[in-house]
């Protein structure tokens, strides 16, 4: 079974950077390709950035430039950092995992970002 915990969420202003950490608990972390999803309230859940086993990346739009993904294998661990923050990446972050047809989820951290 895999666990995932986020962390790194929090308040920042306009401009601003925050770092969001995922940890995977479970075996083959290097063969799951990993991501971050937000939801914004009254909106649906969007693919923020996904790093695959190969380690190829692919981001949203509105993140290029801004937001890069990475993983470490050997910590079991994928980040997410954030840069050139604005209010309209205010969301709830998830971190996602994902072999085939398993999907896995973590409880998702808070993002504010103030104007």
């Known amino acids: 079974q895999v666990q995932l915990v986020e962390s790194g969420g929090g308040l920042v202003q306009l401009g601003g950077s925050l770092r969001l950490s995922c940890s995977f608990s479970?075996?083959?972390?290097?063969?799951?390709?990993m991501g971050w999803y937000r939801q914004a309230p009254g909106k649906q859940r969007e693919l923020v950035a996904v790093?695959?086993?190969?380690?190829?990346?692919n981001y949203e739009d509105s993140v290029k430039g801004r937001f890069t993904i990475t993983r470490v294998n050997a910590k079991n661990t994928v980040s997410l950092q954030m840069n050139s923050l604005k209010p309209e990446d205010t969301a709830v972050y998830y971190c996602?995992?994902?072999?085939?047809?398993?999907?896995?989820w973590g409880q998702g951290t808070q993002v504010t970002v103030s104007s």
């Open positions: 996602n995992a994902r072999l085939y047809t398993r999907e896995y």
């Open positions: 790093i695959r086993s190969s380690f190829s990346t």
């Open positions: 479970g075996t083959y972390f290097n063969v799951y390709d």
